[in-house]
């Protein structure tokens, strides 16, 4: 099974960029990364996915190395309802696409 | 407005009962998930569904049970052969497998 490791947590200051890493050396070529973000009590919210190339949305950007084995979700500027726990998924072609998802990064915003 | 609703936010249940979670979505999605979420932990799958009338068991399917008899309706019932169920319960849908998944927000339910 692919698995992707993430920092257990990191703090940004308010209105900076954040750099969230995530590798993830067993996936395959076929396999997507998404990234979703939970805050407390919630459920999971979408954030982005990619397969090979950058990725943009108004939420975040998704950069993916070009050996696909680690990417970097960019928000590129912080506010305190970005703090959340973030989830670097892959999303497994053999395994009919479900979500892996592990513990994920808290992101502590400070003001 | 579109989404997906679960019901209730809060559930209690003694010991040996079971109980039914419900999810509702309005999405006109094929696809439906049920996950598990144990404090400071990840999601895991304990059912999905592709398509109405067929569903798959996830990674921790004993002790729950499933039905998809509409589309929209996808409920999760957690039996009293399940050993441990105080836990976040999390519906999710979407339009195909690997596409971007909605969540609802979700029924914290406790064993007493």
């Known amino acids: 099974d692919a698995k992707t490791t993430q920092p257990n947590s990191m703090e940004s200051n308010e209105e900076e960029p954040v750099h969230l890493p995530c590798n993830h050396s067993?996936?395959?070529?076929?396999?997507?990364i998404h990234w979703y973000r939970q805050l407390p009590s919630q459920g999971p919210e979408y954030v982005i996915h990619?397969?090979?190339?950058?990725v943009n949305n108004r939420m975040a950007s998704l950069a993916i190395a070009e050996d696909r084995k680690s990417s970097t979700l960019i928000l590129h500027r912080a506010t305190l309802r970005d703090a959340a726990v973030y989830y670097c998924?892959?999303?497994?072609?053999?395994?009919?696409?479900?979500?892996?998802w592990g513990a994920g990064t808290k992101l502590i915003i400070k003001p | 407005d579109g989404g997906i609703t679960q019901s209730p936010k809060y559930l209690f249940r003694k010991e040996g009962q079971n109980v039914t979670l419900s999810c509702e979505q309005n999405?006109?999605?094929?696809?439906m998930y049920w996950y598990r979420q144990d404090p400071g932990q990840g999601l895991r799958l304990i059912y999905y569904?592709?398509?109405?009338?067929?569903?798959q068991k996830g990674d921790i399917a004993e002790g729950y049970s499933v039905s998809r008899e509409k589309k929209e309706s996808f409920p999760l019932t957690v039996t009293s052969a399940q050993k441990n169920p105080t836990a976040f319960y999390l519906c999710?849908?979407?339009?195909?497998?690997?596409?971007?998944?909605?969540f609802g927000q979700g029924t914290r339910l406790t064993v007493v």
């Open positions: 067993t996936i395959s070529g076929t396999d997507y």
């Open positions: 990619g397969l090979t190339s950058n």
């Open positions: 999405l006109n999605h094929d696809a």
């Open positions: 569904s592709q398509i109405v009338n067929d569903f």
């Open positions: 998924i892959p999303s497994l072609m053999d395994s009919n696409y479900q979500l892996i």
């Open positions: 999710a849908s979407s339009s195909d497998r690997g596409t971007e998944a909605f």
